[in-house]
T-cell receptor, first 113, second 112 residues
Framework: DVKVTQSSRYLVKRTGEKVFLECVQD?????MFWYRQDPGLGLRLIYF???????EKGDIPEGYSVSREKKERFSLILESASTNQTSMYLC?????FGTGELFFGEGSRLTVL | KNQVEQSPQSLIIPEGKNCTLQ??????????LRWYKQDTGRGPVSLTI?????NTKSNGRYTATLDADTKQSSLHITASQLSDSASYIC???????????FGGGTRLMVKP
């Protein structure tokens, strides 16, 4: 069974803290993605990566950075968390672009106080 | 601008009834359209994929249709069950590159 694992289901952080969200996939997929999901706004792409050490900005990259040092691991970093980054964060991976099915993790619900 | 609009935003139906969810898109050039089901507190899971040449595809009690001319898709759920309560997200893929456009989702609640 394919699996995308996100390290934390629930996090509570304070404004200004650095936050790391980790994602690991066991399907040998080239492509990995970070989305945030907010009520009424749907899923919005933050960053994606199509290869180790490669990254591309999505629709809303401001305030975020990513790291992909190994094929199976894609990390989302909030350098200085702000309250407007309170959200559900979803990691996904896919084998191919476009036609490839996205496999999502369970999500990480981040609250910034 | 590439857009995907889903309707209704939310829906409540009694258990055992059928329902139809709509997805209209303006994405071009079109490659394919996927329907995902997202249970509360979980990540979305793909239900079905529709390509340009496909009109209808079934997955158990779920039947997706696609009209590429009018740029509309629907997801029909037959004999709804409590476990169908979830958000259903329509995702359209461009025919080039890595562009996916997500709909806002329809939140379905099936009541006993």
């Amino acid at each position: 069974d394919v699996k995308v694992t996100q390290s934390s289901r629930y996090l509570v952080k304070r404004t200004g803290e650095k936050v790391f969200l980790e994602c690991v996939q066991d399907m040998d997929h080239e492509n990995m993605f970070w989305y945030r999901q907010d009520p009424g706004l749907g899923l919005r792409l933050i960053y994606f990566s199509y290869d180790v050490k490669m990254k591309e900005k999505g629709d809303i990259p401001e305030g975020y950075s990513v790291s992909r040092e190994k094929k199976e691991r894609f990390s989302l970093i909030l350098e200085s968390a702000s309250t407007n980054q309170t959200s559900m964060y979803l990691c996904a991976s896919s084998l191919g672009f476009g036609t490839g099915e996205l496999f999502f993790g369970e999500g990480s619900r981040l609250t910034v106080l | 601008k590439n857009q995907v609009e889903q309707s209704p935003q939310s829906l409540i139906i009694p258990e055992g009834k059928n329902c139809t969810l709509q997805c209209n898109y303006t994405v071009s050039p079109f490659s394919n359209l996927r329907w995902y089901k997202q249970d509360t507190g979980r990540g979305p899971v793909s239900l079905t994929i529709m390509t340009f040449s496909e009109n209808t595809k079934s997955n158990g009690r779920y039947t997706a249709t696609l009209d590429a001319d009018t740029k509309q898709s629907s997801l029909h759920i037959t004999a709804s069950q409590l476990s169908d309560s979830a958000s259903y997200i329509c995702v359209v893929s461009l025919n080039a590159g890595n562009m996916l456009t997500f709909g806002g989702g329809t939140r379905l609640m099936v009541k006993p």
